[in-house]
């Protein structure tokens, strides 16, 4: 009897054995015969997007465009302009560029578009530029020329001079503002007051040698460039930018803002940058 037993549970257990062999083997034919699955579409990393101010300006004029641009994923870095001349302005931004990984788009705003256009130059990571109601100047043109090639700016008599020390500490240079009780006028016509006010009391002057530097580089006329035209300003006539614009061959697009866009149309700014960002990634 016992010797039965033993015997009928040696061949249950072979039994057992057998078809969980049986079961590996089909899960390992299974297996082998299904498809490859597709590797994993990486969409390519998004570009660094640099924001650079102009004149009686200063970077949070850019708050409302770089909300809008880190809620789209983009990494955004906007930072001080110095102001005091496009050649040691560019080479600040120039510095600054080179420890940005990847491709970048750079975008500048009134005066800050000189500074863009001779700072990218040479520089194979920026794959666009954008100019937001600002400068393009050809070799040899300043800004103050520029802004006086059309009629229509009503800058020059809003402006208030301030004789402070040079870097040098030996000689004086001259900074200039616009008035307060000009400001929202003259710079930000479409601004809430309260935040015209607020923009006129933290603007960052320029020096007045700045605005007749003689630009050197003109990078527009190698990398891809976006302008927007703000068809009420009266820093920088539409003329003036628009004849800009048509001679760098950029794709235009027209706003009906005063100068200070950035702040009253933060998302009209935020979607020509974007447009650059997707053309570097086609």
Known sequence: MINAVKHRRAVL???????????????????????ARPAAHHAPAKPTVVLVHGAFAESASWNGVIQRLQRDGYPVIAPANPLRGVHTDAAYLAALLKTVKGPIV??????????????????????????????????????????????????????????????DGTTTTTDLYIKQDKFRAQFAADVPAATAAAMAATQRPIAATALA?????????????????TLQDKNIPAAAQRFMAHRAHAHTVAVNASHSVTVSHPGAVTRLIEQAAHATTR
């Open 213 to 229: 530097d003689k630009a050197t580089e003109t990078a527009w006329t190698t990398i891809p460039s976006w302008d927007l035209v």
């Open 13 to 35: 257990t072979a039994a057992a054995l057998g078809a969980a062999a049986v079961a590996a083997t089909t899960a390992a034919t299974t297996a082998s015969a299904a498809p």
């Open 106 to 167: 750079l975008a500048g705003h009134s005066y800050g578009g000189s500074v863009i256009s001779e700072a990218a130059a040479h520089n194979s990571h920026v794959k666009a530029l954008v100019y937001i109601a600002a400068f393009a100047p050809a070799k040899g043109e300043s800004a103050a020329e520029l802004s006086g090639k059309f009629p229509g700016s009503t800058l020059g008599p809003t402006l208030t001079q301030v004789t402070v020390p040079a870097p």
